[in-house]
């Protein structure tokens, strides 16, 4: 399974982005996703998941009411929406899959992991 994450960039405090992530190789449909983030010289953090449907979603507190979690399975791909954007959400983001259909929200859950997407919030 190969995943790649995409729509990272350079925004303004306040602003939007939405990351996509699509899997290849394999189809995910059937399996819960989720997104962690990594910080310089910071462990990775967990940031959102999914269920296999789409029925089900978690988030860290950090970021509950600003992100959205969400799946298009017939493009298996998965997006992360994110509002309201903070100098403290700069981070490397990425797309994972833990290979269960419920959501999990630890990283050792987690078998596969797509290569990040660079995003910076400036104040």
């Known amino acids: 399974v190969q995943l790649q994450a995409s729509g990272g960039g350079l925004v303004q405090a306040g602003g939007s982005l939405r990351l996509s992530c699509t899997a290849s190789?394999?189809?995910?449909?059937?399996?819960?996703m989720g997104w962690f983030r990594q910080a310089p010289g910071k462990e990775r953090d967990f940031v959102a998941a999914?269920?296999?449907?789409?029925?089900?979603?978690y988030y860290a507190d950090s970021v509950k009411g600003r992100f959205i979690i969400s799946r298009d399975n017939a493009k298996n791909t998965i997006y992360l929406q994110m509002n309201s954007l903070k100098p403290e959400d700069t981070a490397v983001y990425y797309c994972?899959?833990?290979?269960?259909?419920?959501?999990?929200?630890?990283?050792?859950?987690?078998?596969?992991w797509g290569q990040g997407t660079q995003v910076t919030v400036s104040s």
């Open positions: 994972a899959a833990p290979l269960t259909r419920n959501i999990r929200y630890t990283a050792p859950e987690f078998r596969y």
């Open positions: 190789g394999r189809t995910l449909v059937n399996y819960a």
């Open positions: 999914i269920d296999w449907n789409g029925g089900s979603t």
